[in-house]
């Protein structure tokens, strides 16, 4: 009732020129979050002052789940995703995450079998089904010894050299001290889009919102 309400203040403010409301914005805490999505906002505020951004961060399955319970407005999603109208605006990489010093970061790019003897570290995120995927159609079975959600986590334990493992390239932070980002092989690609659970269906705010990502990506 709260977004009806909002959506006919919307409207209303719109038959008098107005871009006004505000967005619920479900993000992939991990890679969107890093990259994608403050630059999006940035550029979608300084069009669109008035209207309000309000961010709900968690993984993949999470925010799809909001975008059907209508928790949020729009999302971010890993594509192909058939059950909604998507664009997509990044495409990213699986890349092999090493202590400075580990004997593979002398290789030009990581393969799977590589990996095998390595006491591995498996995000909880968005990649753990690609990543896991991977490994199984080439027959590995990894020695997972941590399970983390964040990657932050994730590189801190491989920095101390407890550890390897494989990310989105998009969620690794610019300050990559101690550690080694080595290209995957075969290449492992993410498509990551926004989504929204019908286009015909959206509040003035959300449609602007989208059709902005449409227009810029």
Same mark, same amino acid.
Do not use: C
């Given at each position: 009732?709260?977004?009806?309400?909002?959506?006919? #203040?919307?409207?209303?403010?719109?038959?008098?020129?107005?871009?006004?409301?505000?967005?619920?914005?479900?993000?992939?805490?991990?890679?969107?979050?890093?990259?994608?999505?403050?630059? #999006?906002?940035?550029?979608?505020g300084q069009k669109y +002052?008035?209207?309000?951004? *309000?961010?709900?961060?968690?993984?993949? *399955?999470?925010?799809i789940e909001w975008l059907?319970?209508?928790?949020?407005?729009?999302?971010?999603?890993?594509?192909?995703?058939?059950?909604?109208?998507?664009?997509?605006?990044?495409?990213?990489?699986?890349?092999?995450?090493? +202590?400075?010093?580990?004997?593979?970061?002398?290789?030009?790019?990581?393969?799977?079998?590589?990996?095998?003897?390595?006491?591995?570290?498996?995000?909880?995120?968005?990649?753990?089904?690609?990543?896991?995927?991977?490994?199984?159609?080439?027959?590995?079975?990894?020695?997972?010894?941590?399970?983390?959600?964040?990657?932050?986590s994730i590189l801190e334990?491989?920095?101390?050299?407890?550890?390897?493992?494989?990310?989105?390239?998009?969620?690794?932070?610019?300050? *990559?001290?101690?550690?080694?980002?080595? +290209?995957?092989? +075969?290449?492992?690609?993410?498509?990551?889009? #926004?989504?929204?659970?019908?286009?015909?269906? #959206?509040?003035?705010?959300? *449609?602007?919102?989208?059709?902005?990502?449409?227009?810029?990506?």
């Open positions: 009732m709260f977004g009806l309400h909002d959506a006919v #203040l919307q409207e209303a403010a719109g038959t008098k020129g107005l871009k006004r409301g505000s967005i619920r914005i479900g993000s992939d805490r991990i890679s969107t979050s890093v990259q994608s999505l403050p630059e #999006l906002m940035w550029a979608f +002052p008035e209207i309000e951004l *309000r961010i709900f961060e968690g993984v993949d *399955r999470e925010v059907y319970d209508r928790y949020v407005d729009v999302g971010f999603v890993l594509l192909p995703n058939e059950s909604m109208d998507t664009i997509q605006i990044a495409e990213d990489q699986l890349v092999a995450v090493l +202590p400075d010093g580990h004997p593979l970061t002398k290789k030009s790019a990581i393969r799977p079998g590589d990996l095998v003897s390595e006491p591995f570290i498996l995000s909880g995120g968005g990649s753990r089904p690609l990543i896991e995927e991977v490994f199984r159609s080439e027959g590995i079975r990894l020695n997972v010894r941590y399970h983390l959600q964040q990657v932050l334990i491989v920095r101390r050299g407890r550890g390897v493992s494989v990310v989105a390239e998009l969620a690794l932070p610019e300050n *990559r001290k101690g550690l080694s980002i080595v +290209p995957f092989e +075969p290449r492992v690609a993410r498509r990551i889009g #926004l989504a929204v659970r019908d286009i015909n269906n #959206l509040s003035p705010a959300s *449609r602007a919102f989208f059709e902005f990502a449409q227009q810029r990506y």
